[in-house]
């Protein structure tokens, strides 16, 4: 919100500068005796309106496409034997960046533990990169609720945490809950 508050902010400045070049024009063209009517004043006046709009524009645009977020979802790796029978189910966490930029694991927090990532590149889904998730291994013991926090930044070095909540249940072994990514301090 601070950010949007920002940008806005100018519109006034950038207003009530066209408005005084404008106005002065008022004054000075009638002292040269030119009317304004018939002149390309209203065209070139109406033009730096449509430049200052168009920045305002743009400059939201920007806002909106920088964005960061990251989505966690079940899966189950399937092992097979070498006649293609399955053997055992393994249980993950499939965590994708799901936002536009690109973003570096830093670690997670895995009930209580911290885990490395070694700063893992995660790459936005929409880049169709191979391999663009990080897998976290869910316990195949009697645990059925496993809290996640997992730590990262982008290339301009902002930091965030996002938690997940997984509860063993539901109708695909493990119900995924990813909760909005907050500032790290």
């Given amino acids: 919100m ?10 006034p400045i950038l207003a009530a500068v066209v408005f005084g070049f404008a106005f002065s024009l008022t004054k000075v063209l009638p002292i040269l005796n ?18 200052v709009a168009a920045y305002v524009i743009g400059q939201r645009q920007i806002t909106m496409q920088d964005t960061i977020e990251l989505y966690c979802s079940f899966g189950l790796i399937d092992h ?20 536009t930029r690109l973003v570096y694991l830093d670690y997670y927090i895995f009930n209580g533990r911290e885990y490395s990532a070694d700063a893992q590149i995660l790459p936005p889904t929409y ?3 191979l391999n663009n998730f990080y897998r976290v291994n869910l316990p195949t013991n009697d645990e ?12 301009d070095g902002r930091s965030w945490i996002s938690k997940v909540i997984a509860t063993k249940g539901g109708s695909f072994g493990w119900s995924i809950k990813t909760l909005p990514r ?4």
């Fill in 2 to 11: 601070k950010t949007i508050f920002r940008e806005y902010s100018k519109v």
């Fill in 34 to 51: 030119w009317d304004v009517l018939d002149h390309a004043f209203w065209q070139t006046l109406i033009a730096c309106i449509a430049i």
């Fill in 80 to 99: 097979r034997d070498t006649t293609g029978m399955s053997i055992q189910a393994e249980p993950f966490i499939h965590i994708q960046n799901v936002g």
């Fill in 144 to 155: 059925v609720y496993v809290c996640l926090e997992v730590a990262y930044h982008d290339l």
């Fill in 127 to 129: 880049s169709q990169a």
């Fill in 182 to 185: 907050i500032p790290r301090k």
